[in-house]
Protein backbone atom coordinates (compact mmCIF):
# COMPACT_ATOMS: atom_id res chain seq x y z
CA UNK A 1 0.00 0.00 0.00
CA UNK A 2 1.50 3.27 -0.90
CA UNK A 3 2.07 5.67 1.96
CA UNK A 4 0.40 8.68 1.76
CA UNK A 5 2.23 12.26 1.36
CA UNK A 6 2.70 13.93 4.97
CA UNK A 7 1.34 17.53 4.00
CA UNK A 8 1.03 21.09 5.52
CA UNK A 9 -2.14 23.27 4.62
CA UNK A 10 -1.34 26.93 4.60
CA UNK A 11 -5.01 28.87 3.97
CA UNK A 12 -4.90 32.08 2.81
CA UNK A 13 -6.83 35.21 1.38
CA UNK A 14 -4.40 35.55 -1.50
CA UNK A 15 -1.42 34.26 -3.22
CA UNK A 16 0.68 34.75 -5.96
CA UNK A 17 -0.85 33.48 -9.06
CA UNK A 18 2.59 32.74 -10.70
CA UNK A 19 6.33 33.52 -10.24
CA UNK A 20 6.46 37.05 -11.45
CA UNK A 21 3.78 38.06 -9.25
CA UNK A 22 5.62 39.06 -6.46
CA UNK A 23 4.00 41.84 -5.18
CA UNK A 24 0.92 39.65 -3.30
CA UNK A 25 1.97 39.55 -0.01
CA UNK A 26 5.87 39.38 0.00
CA UNK A 27 5.89 38.33 3.25
CA UNK A 28 3.86 35.09 3.18
CA UNK A 29 6.02 34.36 -0.58
CA UNK A 30 9.26 34.51 1.38
CA UNK A 31 7.33 32.37 4.34
CA UNK A 32 6.33 29.63 1.83
CA UNK A 33 9.38 29.86 -0.38
CA UNK A 34 11.73 29.27 2.86
CA UNK A 35 10.08 26.82 4.40
CA UNK A 36 10.02 24.98 1.20
CA UNK A 37 14.16 25.16 1.20
CA UNK A 38 14.71 24.00 4.59
CA UNK A 39 11.74 21.03 4.73
CA UNK A 40 12.29 19.98 0.80
CA UNK A 41 10.46 16.51 2.15
CA UNK A 42 7.51 18.22 3.10
CA UNK A 43 4.39 18.97 1.09
CA UNK A 44 3.25 22.03 1.55
CA UNK A 45 -0.42 22.70 -0.64
CA UNK A 46 -1.69 26.18 -0.59
CA UNK A 47 -5.10 26.94 -0.33
CA UNK A 48 -6.15 30.74 -1.84
CA UNK A 49 -9.47 32.01 -0.59
CA UNK A 50 -9.93 34.73 -3.13
CA UNK A 51 -7.02 35.82 -4.98
CA UNK A 52 -6.07 34.88 -7.70
CA UNK A 53 -9.72 35.47 -9.33
CA UNK A 54 -9.47 32.72 -11.61
CA UNK A 55 -10.20 29.08 -10.18
CA UNK A 56 -7.23 26.68 -10.41
CA UNK A 57 -4.57 24.58 -9.45
CA UNK A 58 -0.78 24.87 -10.27
CA UNK A 59 2.79 24.64 -9.39
CA UNK A 60 4.67 27.88 -7.54
CA UNK A 61 8.23 26.99 -6.48
CA UNK A 62 7.53 23.40 -5.86
CA UNK A 63 4.39 23.96 -3.43
CA UNK A 64 0.71 23.07 -4.94
CA UNK A 65 -1.26 26.23 -4.86
CA UNK A 66 -5.23 25.80 -5.18
CA UNK A 67 -7.19 29.31 -5.93
CA UNK A 68 -10.57 29.04 -5.16
CA UNK A 69 -11.23 32.28 -6.91
CA UNK A 70 -13.39 33.71 -4.39
CA UNK A 71 -12.84 37.20 -5.94
CA UNK A 72 -13.62 39.14 -2.29
CA UNK A 73 -17.38 38.71 -3.16
CA UNK A 74 -19.96 38.74 -0.25
CA UNK A 75 -22.85 37.03 1.30
CA UNK A 76 -23.65 34.29 -0.22
CA UNK A 77 -20.55 34.29 -2.77
CA UNK A 78 -18.79 34.03 0.42
CA UNK A 79 -20.44 30.47 2.16
CA UNK A 80 -20.11 29.28 -1.55
CA UNK A 81 -16.46 29.88 -1.37
CA UNK A 82 -15.99 28.46 2.07
CA UNK A 83 -18.01 25.66 0.81
CA UNK A 84 -15.35 24.92 -2.02
CA UNK A 85 -13.04 24.98 0.59
CA UNK A 86 -13.69 22.66 2.61
CA UNK A 87 -14.16 20.14 0.14
CA UNK A 88 -10.46 20.74 -0.94
CA UNK A 89 -9.61 20.36 2.56
CA UNK A 90 -11.54 16.55 2.52
CA UNK A 91 -10.12 15.59 -0.41
CA UNK A 92 -6.67 16.62 0.91
CA UNK A 93 -7.28 14.36 4.09
CA UNK A 94 -8.26 11.62 2.28
CA UNK A 95 -5.72 11.52 -0.08
CA UNK A 96 -2.55 12.60 2.04
CA UNK A 97 -1.75 12.95 5.51
CA UNK A 98 -2.06 16.22 7.27
CA UNK A 99 0.71 17.29 9.20
CA UNK A 100 -1.63 20.71 10.82
CA UNK A 101 -3.32 23.84 9.07
CA UNK A 102 -1.38 27.31 9.23
CA UNK A 103 -3.64 30.17 8.74
CA UNK A 104 -2.68 33.29 7.98
CA UNK A 105 -5.02 35.98 9.83
CA UNK A 106 -7.64 36.12 12.15
CA UNK A 107 -10.40 35.85 9.93
CA UNK A 108 -11.83 33.56 7.24
CA UNK A 109 -9.32 31.45 6.88
CA UNK A 110 -8.48 30.75 10.49
CA UNK A 111 -12.74 30.11 10.71
CA UNK A 112 -12.14 27.10 8.08
CA UNK A 113 -9.37 25.91 9.61
CA UNK A 114 -10.11 26.04 12.83
CA UNK A 115 -13.42 24.18 12.37
CA UNK A 116 -11.74 21.73 10.03
CA UNK A 117 -8.88 20.60 12.46
CA UNK A 118 -11.30 19.97 15.37
CA UNK A 119 -13.70 17.96 13.50
CA UNK A 120 -10.54 15.85 12.37
CA UNK A 121 -8.31 16.29 15.43
CA UNK A 122 -5.32 17.93 13.49
CA UNK A 123 -3.30 20.83 14.82
CA UNK A 124 -4.28 24.60 13.49
CA UNK A 125 -2.08 27.76 14.10
CA UNK A 126 -3.35 31.31 12.89
CA UNK A 127 -0.64 33.48 12.33
CA UNK A 128 -1.37 37.18 13.15
CA UNK A 129 -0.58 39.95 11.36
CA UNK A 130 -2.20 43.10 12.12
CA UNK A 131 -5.38 44.77 11.27
CA UNK A 132 -6.87 41.52 12.22
CA UNK A 133 -5.74 42.14 16.39
CA UNK A 134 -7.67 45.19 16.48
CA UNK A 135 -11.05 45.27 18.59
CA UNK A 136 -14.37 44.17 17.29
CA UNK A 137 -12.71 41.04 14.90
CA UNK A 138 -15.55 38.85 14.31
CA UNK A 139 -13.84 35.57 13.99
CA UNK A 140 -12.39 35.72 17.43
CA UNK A 141 -15.83 35.40 18.61
CA UNK A 142 -16.76 32.77 16.03
CA UNK A 143 -13.66 31.00 16.62
CA UNK A 144 -12.52 31.20 20.01
CA UNK A 145 -8.98 30.56 19.85
CA UNK A 146 -6.86 28.97 22.29
CA UNK A 147 -3.27 30.91 23.02
CA UNK A 148 -1.78 28.11 22.31
CA UNK A 149 -3.23 28.22 18.78
CA UNK A 150 -2.05 31.48 18.01
CA UNK A 151 1.56 33.01 16.75
CA UNK A 152 1.73 37.25 16.72
CA UNK A 153 4.17 38.65 14.68
CA UNK A 154 5.56 41.00 17.55
CA UNK A 155 5.41 41.61 21.45
CA UNK A 156 2.72 44.30 20.54
CA UNK A 157 0.57 42.58 19.13
CA UNK A 158 0.23 39.79 21.81
CA UNK A 159 -0.68 42.84 23.80
CA UNK A 160 -3.39 44.22 21.44
CA UNK A 161 -5.29 40.34 21.40
CA UNK A 162 -4.80 40.32 25.18
CA UNK A 163 -5.97 43.32 25.55
CA UNK A 164 -8.93 43.20 23.19
CA UNK A 165 -9.90 39.43 23.59
CA UNK A 166 -8.62 38.27 27.02
CA UNK A 167 -6.25 35.88 24.95
CA UNK A 168 -2.35 35.91 24.97
CA UNK A 169 -1.00 34.39 21.91
CA UNK A 170 2.16 32.10 23.15
CA UNK A 171 4.11 32.27 20.09
CA UNK A 172 5.92 35.05 18.65
CA UNK A 173 7.39 34.44 14.89
CA UNK A 174 8.59 37.97 12.90
CA UNK A 175 8.22 38.13 10.00
CA UNK A 176 11.47 36.87 7.47
CA UNK A 177 13.61 38.68 5.57
CA UNK A 178 14.92 36.96 2.31
CA UNK A 179 18.63 38.31 2.63
CA UNK A 180 19.69 36.79 -0.85
CA UNK A 181 17.65 39.65 -2.43
CA UNK A 182 20.60 42.45 -1.03
CA UNK A 183 22.67 43.03 -3.30
CA UNK A 184 26.69 43.27 -1.84
CA UNK A 185 27.62 46.33 -3.72
CA UNK A 186 28.10 49.30 -2.14
CA UNK A 187 24.96 51.58 -2.78
CA UNK A 188 24.31 55.59 -3.25
CA UNK A 189 21.96 56.85 -0.56
CA UNK A 190 19.84 59.16 -2.69
CA UNK A 191 16.96 58.56 -1.42
CA UNK A 192 16.08 59.63 2.07
CA UNK A 193 12.27 58.77 2.82
CA UNK A 194 10.68 55.36 1.13
CA UNK A 195 7.19 53.80 1.83
CA UNK A 196 5.90 50.54 0.08
CA UNK A 197 2.06 49.47 0.06
CA UNK A 198 -1.15 49.30 -1.26
CA UNK A 199 -2.32 53.35 -1.89
CA UNK A 200 -5.75 52.24 0.08
CA UNK A 201 -7.38 54.74 2.72
CA UNK A 202 -6.45 52.06 5.20
CA UNK A 203 -2.84 53.37 4.80
CA UNK A 204 -3.31 56.80 5.72
CA UNK A 205 -0.71 58.01 2.79
CA UNK A 206 -2.07 61.59 2.75
CA UNK A 207 -0.17 61.50 6.34
CA UNK A 208 3.40 60.23 4.78
CA UNK A 209 2.76 63.15 1.89
CA UNK A 210 1.70 65.80 5.03
CA UNK A 211 5.18 64.90 6.65
CA UNK A 212 6.76 66.25 3.41
CA UNK A 213 5.58 69.00 3.21
CA UNK A 214 6.28 69.96 6.64
CA UNK A 215 10.18 68.04 6.75
CA UNK A 216 10.30 70.39 3.32
CA UNK A 217 10.64 73.74 5.27
CA UNK A 218 13.96 71.95 7.26
CA UNK A 219 14.62 69.91 3.98
CA UNK A 220 14.25 71.75 0.76
CA UNK A 221 16.04 69.52 -1.17
CA UNK A 222 14.78 66.53 0.41
CA UNK A 223 13.95 62.89 -2.03
CA UNK A 224 10.87 60.81 -0.89
CA UNK A 225 9.99 58.21 -2.91
CA UNK A 226 6.49 55.86 -2.57
CA UNK A 227 6.04 52.47 -3.94
CA UNK A 228 2.49 51.27 -4.40
CA UNK A 229 -0.54 51.45 -6.39
CA UNK A 230 -4.50 51.98 -5.57
CA UNK A 231 -7.42 54.50 -5.68
CA UNK A 232 -5.51 57.15 -3.62
CA UNK A 233 -3.12 57.66 -6.25
CA UNK A 234 -4.59 60.75 -8.05
CA UNK A 235 -5.42 61.76 -4.86
CA UNK A 236 -2.09 62.01 -3.27
CA UNK A 237 -0.82 63.20 -6.43
CA UNK A 238 -3.34 66.01 -6.46
CA UNK A 239 -1.96 66.60 -2.69
CA UNK A 240 1.53 66.85 -3.46
CA UNK A 241 1.48 69.13 -6.38
CA UNK A 242 -1.19 71.48 -4.48
CA UNK A 243 1.25 71.92 -1.71
CA UNK A 244 4.57 71.68 -3.83
CA UNK A 245 6.35 69.05 -2.90
CA UNK A 246 5.39 67.45 -6.53
CA UNK A 247 8.88 67.77 -6.96
CA UNK A 248 10.16 65.93 -3.39
CA UNK A 249 7.67 63.19 -4.36
CA UNK A 250 8.22 60.37 -6.68
CA UNK A 251 5.45 58.03 -7.19
CA UNK A 252 6.70 54.78 -8.53
CA UNK A 253 3.80 52.59 -9.03
CA UNK A 254 3.52 48.99 -9.11
CA UNK A 255 7.26 47.83 -8.86
CA UNK A 256 8.35 44.04 -8.53
CA UNK A 257 9.33 43.35 -4.94
CA UNK A 258 13.18 43.01 -5.74
CA UNK A 259 13.06 46.50 -7.18
CA UNK A 260 12.05 47.74 -3.84
CA UNK A 261 14.47 46.20 -2.05
CA UNK A 262 17.12 47.28 -4.35
CA UNK A 263 15.15 51.17 -3.65
CA UNK A 264 15.36 50.24 0.69
CA UNK A 265 19.14 50.17 -0.57
CA UNK A 266 19.25 53.45 -1.64
CA UNK A 267 17.02 54.40 1.57
Known amino acids: MKSKKQTLVILSPGFPKDKEDTTCVPALQTFVKTLKQICPGLYITVISFQYPFDAGEYNWHGVKVIAIGGK????????????????????LR???????????????????????ARKYDLTHYTW?????????????NWIKPKGEELIAMSDFLVREVRHNYGIKPLHIIPVGVDTSMFGNAPVKRDIDILSAGSLIPLKRYSLFVEAIIHLKDIFPDIRAVICGDGPEMKM?????????????ITFKGEVPHKEVIRLMQRS
Not at 95 to 111: I, K, N, R
Request: glycine share 12%; charged share 25%.
Open 72 to 91: GKGRIFRVITWLKVWRKLEK
Open 94 to 116: HHQELLGLLSFWVGECAFLGSRF
Open 128 to 140: ILGQDAKKKNKYF
Open 236 to 248: LRSLAEANGVNGN
